[in-house]
């Protein structure tokens, strides 16, 4: 079968490996139908050397699909049902899963696609964007998906909800996103569309989107975003927000990348007694951006945010988009076969014009 798999810095190639199989009754076998290129993803495709990839290991961790066998244990999804699956790997059994703290497993804390702490299953590492995938622990890794959503046409919405969507309505969740609130969101890549999309589904009376890229800008208005800014100076955004905000700025801030100018752009468009929700990965890749914890302090600013939960919320997103309440489709720009994956990257990775996530087909 095909699978894409990292062989060194900007060094992505799609590759014939052996077929997966079953290895533990707790596992099923998924053949994969779309696969999402994550922005994470290219932290490990600019520098995976320093990020403990080892070549050449299978990568991709957003992935729907249709089940085609599973281990004898395994009592939620069953073989000819679509699912997506989880990007993080749950047994469902544990302290942490029983408080829907899905992601900290404590026999799981593994993610697909992603090398050495991180996989624990024997075996090759399994990655999403491939033909076929192995899931461990599939009743608690894979979301079965339900008859009004299963159309074909329905996959890179239910894709997006995987990591993008489930990402950015993670962090309006964290920062309690309410009815009637202002927020801005800070950044204009898939997560930060999508995180301007989920407050407006939670009732934010003004959704302000902060990015420098026009083309993704007018996708946020599409999501639903009120008010775009186009600039990456904090100063400059800050007098925006507050402009928009009656002079106090936003309630809540979402901060969907991270770094130090990021973080100062936060920090000067969130009110006093407001929320700023950390979503960017650059803390999880040796560089933590700055917060200014004497304006947090003074300013009785909470900070929260985090690591996509797993899980937790997809059943809940499947509602909302059965529902029509929201639809990541738009974030998808770009279709490609799964053999032309290194494009897919590359497109990504140089931020061309109207690119912003790439999704591949193993069928096309």
């Known amino acids: 079968m095909l699978a894409t798999r990292y062989h060194g810095d900007r060094d992505i ?11 533990e009754p707790t596992d099923a076998l998924v053949r ?8 994470s993803d290219l932290h490990f ?3 995976g050397s320093s990020l403990g990839f080892a070549p050449p290991e299978r990568v991709g961790h957003e992935f729907v699909g249709e089940v085609l066998e599973v281990g004898a244990d395994v009592r939620s999804v069953r073989p000819g049902q679509a699912v997506v699956s989880s990007p993080s790997i749950a047994d469902g ?7 829907r703290l899905y992601y900290a497993c404590e026999r ?16 090759p590492v399994e990655g999403g964007q491939s033909e076929l995938v192995r899931v461990p622990f599939a009743d608690y890794t894979l979301v079965a998906v339900p008859e009004e959503l299963a159309d074909p046409e329905r996959r890179p919405a239910l894709v997006g909800i995987i990591d993008v969507m489930g990402t950015g309505w993670h962090g309006a969740d964290a920062a309690g996103v309410a009815p009637g609130d202002d927020v801005l969101v800070i950044g204009d890549g898939a997560v930060g569309l999508c995180a301007a999309h989920a407050a407006v589904a939670r009732g934010a009376e003004r959704v302000i989107l902060a990015g420098h890229h026009a083309d993704r800008l007018a996708i946020g208005r599409r999501l639903g975003a ?6 990456r100076d904090p100063a400059e955004v800050g007098e ?22 990021p973080l100062a752009t936060a920090h000067a468009g969130v009110r006093a007694g407001g929320v700023i929700s950390c979503i960017g990965l650059d803390q999880a890749v040796g560089a933590p951006p700055g917060v200014d914890w004497m304006d947090q302090f003074l300013r009785n600013l909470t900070i929260t945010g985090g690591l996509v939960p797993g899980r937790r919320n997809v059943p809940h997103l499947m509602e909302l988009l059965a529902k029509g309440a ?15 994956a290194a494009d897919g990257y590359r497109l990504m990775d140089e931020r061309a014009e109207g690119v912003v996530k790439v999704v591949l087909d193993p069928s096309a």
């Open 240 to 261: 925006l927000v507050r402009g928009l905000t009656g002079g106090h700025g936003a309630r809540v801030v979402i901060a969907s990348v991270s770094g130090d100018a």
């Open 45 to 47: 495709y600019r520098a």
């Open 32 to 39: 994969v139908h779309l696969a999402g290129i994550c922005g």
């Open 93 to 99: 059994t544990c302290e942490m899963c029983r408080e």
């Open 326 to 340: 929201i639809d990541p489709t738009p974030v998808f720009t770009h279709r490609l076969p799964l053999a032309r």
């Open 226 to 231: 009120t008010d775009v800014v186009e600039s």
């Open 108 to 123: 799981g804390l593994g993610f697909f696609g992603y090398s050495g702490g991180f996989w624990h299953y024997g075996g």
């Open 13 to 23: 190639r799609v590759d014939e490996v052996p077929e997966p199989g079953l290895r």
